[in-house]
């Protein structure tokens, strides 16, 4: 049997799915064929139904809940792991002239890397009235707040890691917010397998993602060349940084603390969509 799988050319993606996708543990049977996008893309491609597995941000999963159903292992969920708020000014000046103040930010313009993103969400539960939005790739954020293209922005990944160097500023952190209001883990991204998959087989692809992650802890801290050839000009230590801060126990199961985590963003996404989340429960959302 063969299946698609999406995920990010980022570390902690090949991190997860280098053993699986490479065949260094036994797949049981099962042709993983690795599809490898920026999270907006495959964000998009979710809403299509287009692969068999995928990661994807998780207001893209609640949109795609007719097609989909999150698997258990290789989710990025965690603290102190959200999107920051950012400008090119020092932080007082920000501060001053963006400040983390609703009305200040309501007339800033914000690049974005998505509409579909969990940044764009939780950016949302922090400022719902800022709505001079720009979307665009993650990695162009940071060049479009140095050029002045856009007032603030919001990034994630690597970015956390390299904004300082380009002389940027941190403005707020936005997964310290959601932390302090909601008391639940952040959760930023999930694998989510198609509804069309068997569920037999659908809990064996949740085994070997596990058992994937399994192995790369094993060998922790060597970074394999498959992370290696996806990170570009990443340093082996951003490299590390990157999976230290997005790859954790979440990762490996969701747990009853992961799931609560999810539906209570899923009540906020539904709240801002506004939709009925009553009628969708743990059921829908998760394989089990």
């Not at 495959?42 to 949109?63: C, E, H, M, R």
């Not at 939005?133 to 856009?150: G, L, P, Q, T, Y």
């Amino acid at each position: 049997m063969k299946l698609t799988i999406g995920f990010s050319p980022c570390p902690n993606d090949t991190f997860i799915f280098d053993a699986l996708v490479n065949k260094k543990i036994d797949t049981e049977g099962i042709t993983i064929e690795p599809v490898l996008e920026d999270v907006e893309t495959l964000n998009q491609w979710a809403l299509q139904g287009k692969l068999d597995i995928t990661k994807l941000s998780f207001p893209a999963f609640f949109q795609s809940l007719e097609n989909y159903m999150l698997l258990n292992a290789g989710s990025a969920l965690g603290k102190g792991v959200g999107p920051l708020l950012i400008s090119n000014l020092p932080t007082g000046q920000a501060g001053k002239e963006h400040g983390t103040r609703n009305d200040e930010v309501e007339r800033s313009v914000i690049a974005l890397p998505g509409a579909h993103t969990t940044a764009n969400l939780l950016f949302s539960f922090a400022f719902p009235e800022a709505l001079n939005k720009k979307f665009m790739i993650f990695s162009a954020i940071e060049d479009a707040v140095i050029k002045k293209e856009a007032d603030l922005g919001v990034i994630i990944h690597e970015n956390r890691f390299t904004y300082q160097q380009k002389g940027l500023h941190k403005v707020m952190d936005l997964g310290e917010y959601w932390e302090q209001k909601m008391k639940v883990p952040i959760p930023l991204g999930g694998i989510a397998i198609s509804q069309s998959v068997k569920r037999s087989v659908a809990l064996t692809v949740d085994k070997l993602i596990r058992k994937s992650l399994e192995y790369a802890f094993a060998r922790y801290p060597l970074i394999t060349d498959y992370v290696k050839q996806h990170s570009q000009t990443m340093s082996e230590e951003v490299m590390r940084q990157h999976i230290d801060l997005y790859v954790n126990n979440f990762s490996l199961d969701l747990g009853p603390d992961g799931k609560n985590a999810i539906e209570a963003l899923y009540k906020v996404f539904a709240a801002q969509q506004s939709l009925d989340e009553t009628g969708v429960s743990s059921a829908d959302l998760f394989l089990s």
